[in-house]
C-alpha cells in the first residue's frame, strides 16, 4: 500500500495535533498545580492567625484583648478577602464584629465596676470564641481540601 504524499502530511499532522493536545494538557494540569501551591502559602497564613486567635478562649477567664482582635482583623480577615471564599470572609467578620461588641460591653462593666455583668460577656465572648471558631476550622478545612495541595 503506498501512500501519497498529501497522505503522508495528513498522517504527520495528526501526530502532532494529537502530541500538541497531549502537551497542551499537561501544561495546564501543571498550572493547576502551581496556582493550589501558589494559594497554599497566604491560606497558610490565614490558618495560622485563625488558630492564634483561637488560642485567646482556652482558659477559664481569658478573652482577646482589643490588640488581639486587630491583629486577628488585620492577619486573618484582610487577607481572606483575596484568598478564601467570600461566605468564609464573611463568617470571619461576623466572629469579629460579635467579639468586638462583647469586648466593649466587657470594658463598660469593668468600668462601671459590675462585676456580674462583666462575667456574663466573657462567658458569652469565650463560648463564641471557642464554638464559631472551631466550627469555622472545620469547614475551612473540609471546603479548601488543604491536605490535597
Known amino acids: ?3 501519497s504524499v498529501s497522505e503522508v502530511s495528513a498522517l504527520l499532522a495528526l501526530i ?3 502530541a500538541s493536545a497531549f502537551y497542551s494538557k499537561r501544561a495546564i494540569d501543571i498550572a493547576v ?3 493550589r501551591v501558589g494559594l497554599h502559602q497566604p491560606r497558610t497564613e490565614i490558618f495560622k492567625a ?6 485567646l478562649f482556652v482558659d ?3 478573652h482577646p484583648t482589643d490588640e488581639e482582635m486587630q491583629d486577628f482583623y488585620r492577619k486573618a ?6 484568598y478564601l471564599p467570600s461566605h468564609f470572609t464573611e463568617r470571619m467578620y461576623e466572629l469579629y464584629i460579635q467579639s468586638r461588641e ?4 466587657i470594658e463598660k462593666s469593668e468600668a ?3 462585676t456580674e455583668s462583666k462575667w456574663k460577656y466573657i462567658n458569652q465572648l469565650q463560648e463564641l470564641g471557642k464554638r464559631e471558631v472551631d466550627k469555622l476550622i472545620h469547614d475551612l478545612a473540609s471546603e479548601l481540601e488543604l491536605s490535597n495541595t
Do not use: C
Open 102 to 105: 462583647l469586648y466593649t460591653l
Open 33 to 35: 498545580a502551581a496556582n
Open 77 to 82: 480577615i484582610l487577607p481572606a478577602y483575596l
Open 112 to 114: 462601671e465596676h459590675n
Open 1 to 3: 500500500m503506498q501512500l
Open 16 to 18: 502532532i495535533s494529537a
Open 60 to 62: 477559664m477567664d481569658l
Open 50 to 55: 485563625i488558630f492564634e486567635y483561637r488560642s
